[in-house]
T-cell receptor, first 111, second 116 residues
Framework: TQLLEQSPQFLSIQEGENLTVYCNSSSVFSSLQWYRQEPGEGPVLLVTVVTGGEVKKLKRLTFQFGDARKDSSLHITAAQPGDTGLYLCAGRGTSYGKLTFGQGTILTVHP | GAVVSQHPSWVICKSGTSVKIECRSLDFQATTMFWYRQFPKQSLMLMATSNEGSKATYEQGVEKDKFLINHASLTLSTLTVTSAHPEDSSFYIC????????????FGPGTRLLVL
């Protein structure tokens, strides 16, 4: 069974601060995805990283996939209240199509 | 982009009744659909994987006789919660994928179930 440890579980910060969310595993993933979910809605895909060491940027969000494809991070620069939500990482392993989700990080950005 | 819908978006039912939730891929054919369950402020837990035309594969600990899954066409999968009880109250989310699940999973908006 592949596990994905996501941290921190809760993050409460002021507008303008930077933050990093981590996902770690002892297993290798063929790809890793980051999602953002708002209350009462389904997750929305932010990015997929596939290659070890890959870095992708989406405006103020920077995603990195570890060299060994076992870990990933999401860094948000100058957080805004609109960034508030549940952030989920999900790794695709060897099991046919299945995604393993991390526990999630509830981010609250205060104005 | 690929759109997945769920119906109903929320449902309240009495204990002991059965509830059917539909998951539809609106603009693509989904060979594989996944059903997840999510408790408040928690992550998604995979319940089962459904391939069109074949029986669903359930995750360990998920009762297949309680959570009936049917994937009769390439655009529709249904989850039926049979003899629902209050502990079945949750947020149920489906996702749909091309390429037998190897492609991107597109998530539906979820269905909130409350069993009284």
């Amino acid at each position: 069974t592949q596990l994905l440890e996501q941290s921190p579980q809760f993050l409460s910060i002021q507008e303008g601060e930077n933050l990093t969310v981590y996902c770690n595993s002892s297993s290798v993933f063929s790809s890793l995805q980051w999602y953002r979910q708002e209350p009462g809605e389904g997750p929305v895909l932010l990015v997929t990283v596939v290659t070890g060491g890959e870095v992708k940027k989406l405006k103020r969000l920077t995603f990195q996939f570890g060299d060994a494809r076992k870990d990933s991070s999401l860094h948000i620069t100058a957080a805004q209240p609109g960034d508030t939500g549940l952030y989920l990482c999900a790794g695709r392993g060897t099991s046919y199509g299945k995604l393993t989700f991390g526990q999630g990080t509830i981010l609250t950005v205060h104005p | 982009g690929a759109v997945v819908s769920q119906h109903p978006s929320w449902v309240i039912c009495k204990s002991g009744t059965s509830v059917k939730i539909e998951c539809r891929s609106l603009d693509f054919q989904a060979t594989t659909m996944f059903w997840y369950r999510q408790f408040p402020k928690q992550s998604l837990m995979l319940m089962a994987t459904s391939n069109e035309g074949s029986k669903a594969t359930y995750e360990q600990g998920v009762e297949k006789d309680k959570f009936l899954i049917n994937h009769a066409s390439l655009t529709l999968s249904t989850l039926t919660v049979t003899s629902a009880h209050p502990e079945d109250s949750s947020f149920y989310i489906c996702s749909a994928s091309l390429d037998r699940g190897l492609g991107t999973q597109y998530f539906g908006p979820g269905t909130r179930l409350l069993v009284l």
